[in-house]
């Protein structure tokens, strides 16, 4: 049986109360190692729970590069895939969003991708997150979009997204991941987070437009888990920062820590 220290680690936080926070590296946008390495630095003197590996397009896989640096500088941070598509598959990742596009029609990212990696998976020693991945509308055309040539769920119709989420763990989902996708002007609405929140037995992680502390807020009060920075923390690293330091005192603040 697979030692499974990160599937541990997002369900005790859950259980917990305790929220946590990701911080997704697209390889691709990595153009400066030095400057990545002191990024990487900073990240680790300020108790980042995990790392976030992939993007909707990446054309040169750096990512078993980017996680060999991660692992170098602080082996204890969990290295996530976030993939694309099968091709971003690198077995160096500590774990993998096994994500199914249930809220789009799809069936290269419902099932036919998982396909094609299934067999490397099953003979790598990486754990496995079966999570069902919702793209909700954030106000422009993100790249998720139109990769996977799929119709956001509406930001303004919390019911639409309860019945996708619903069906998904009906189907035995274990982890449900939000996203606005990558540069949103709006990210995921309070009311679509409530709504799951409210009838989802499950971790929640929430991601896309999430570029400043107060729309962070927002998202964790609503009830998301996990709270996912990327373009933000590409644009400004101190966001990233910010948002731990305020996750610290906030689990401080609920006597768990």
């Known amino acids: 049986m697979k030692h ?3 599937t ?3 369900l005790s936080n859950y259980q917990e109360g305790r929220k946590a926070v990701a911080w997704l590296i697209d390889p691709d946008k990595v153009a400066n190692k030095v400057d990545f390495h002191a990024q990487l630095e900073k990240a680790k003197r300020t108790n980042l729970d995990f790392i976030f590996i992939g993007g909707s397009l ?9 996680i060999s640096m991660i692992k170098e500088i602080d082996a204890s941070i969990p290295v996530i895939l976030f993939p694309g598509n099968a091709n971003q598959f690198t077995p160096e990742a500590d774990a993998i969003l096994f994500l199914s596009l249930i809220s789009g029609r799809n069936p290269e990212f419902l099932i036919g991708q998982h396909v094609t990696v299934a067999p490397l998976l099953a ?3 990486m754990e496995v997150l079966p999570t069902g991945y919702m793209l909700v509308d954030g106000g422009i055309t993100t790249s998720v979009n139109y990769i996977s ?3 956001p769920l509406p930001n303004d119709k919390p019911e639409l997204a309860l019945a996708t989420a619903l069906a998904g763990s009906f189907l035995g989902l274990k982890y449900f991941y939000l996203d ?3 540069g949103a002007q709006i990210p995921v609405s309070s009311s679509i987070i409530q709504a799951i929140k409210g009838q989802i037995d499950a971790p929640l992680i929430v991601g896309g437009g999430l570029n ?4 962070v807020k927002s998202s964790f009060k609503a009830g998301a888990d996990i709270i996912v920075i990327g373009n933000g923390a590409e644009k400004n690293l101190s966001l990233l920062t ?3 330091e305020y996750v610290h005192v906030l689990n401080l603040s609920l006597n768990i820590n």
């Not at 400043?212 to 729309?215: G, I, P, Q, R, V």
């Open 149 to 151: 040539q799929t119709i």
């Open 242 to 244: 910010e948002v731990l």
């Open 212 to 215: 400043t502390l107060d729309k």
């Open 123 to 125: 003979k790598s020693k």
């Open 4 to 6: 499974s220290p990160v």
């Open 58 to 66: 990446v054309e040169n896989n750096f990512s078993k590069e980017i």
């Open 8 to 10: 541990d680690k997002i």
């Open 180 to 182: 606005a996708g990558s």
